[in-house]
């Protein structure tokens, strides 16, 4: 439907990523569109939150666009940087998707929680044998990381098992 509204509203080149819009880590897309923009251009989204989830992000963006004489637009919002009443709204709409974004996310933290009290969230299972990375480490004298290799799991993860061990002898020999 995005391609689509953008054939519509004139765009000839047309990006597109599955990356989610809250950071502009790894957006290759975007950074490609915003090297490539030149003066005149305008860099047309369907809607603002598709963009960026983040005042910021949102502001950089648009920042980024202005230092290079083009403009941001927005084919399903009335959105177009450059008129002083597009400026505005956009700065409106971009407060709106970030406290979207950080409703969700405390909504999902809340439900966790809840989740956690009636005992039916537990974590992402555990894929390491402790036991197995122990005896990997003192009787086979292997390290870190020579056992994540083996197991195929990361070293954070065997220092982890490691060190939990030793926390674990630590409060043993303090409590006695």
């Not at 009290?117 to 555990?126: D, L, N, P």
Request: net charge positive; charged share 35%.
């Amino acid at each position: 439907m995005q391609r689509e509204a953008l054939k519509a509203a004139g765009c000839t080149v047309i990006r597109e990523e599955k990356v989610s819009g809250t950071s502009r880590q790894g957006r290759d897309e975007l950074r490609i569109l915003l090297d490539f923009v030149r003066e005149g251009d305008a860099l047309v989204v369907t809607r603002v939150d598709r963009l960026a989830r983040s005042i910021g992000d949102l502001q950089d963006v648009v920042r980024e666009l202005r230092t290079k004489g083009a403009s941001l637009q927005a084919t399903e919002q009335p959105i177009d940087t450059s008129t002083a009443a597009g400026k505005a709204f956009l700065d409106m709409l971009g407060v709106f998707a970030e406290f979207e974004t950080n409703l969700r996310r405390e909504r999902q933290i809340e439900g966790i929680e809840r989740a956690k009290a009636r005992g039916i969230y537990k974590g992402r299972k555990v894929k390491a044998d402790t036991g197995e990375i122990r005896r990997l480490r003192h009787e086979e004298g292997l390290r870190p990381t020579e056992i994540a290799s083996r197991l195929g799991i990361s070293r954070t993860t065997v220092w982890r098992a490691l060190n939990a061990r030793a926390t674990s002898e630590v409060r043993t020999a303090i409590a006695d």
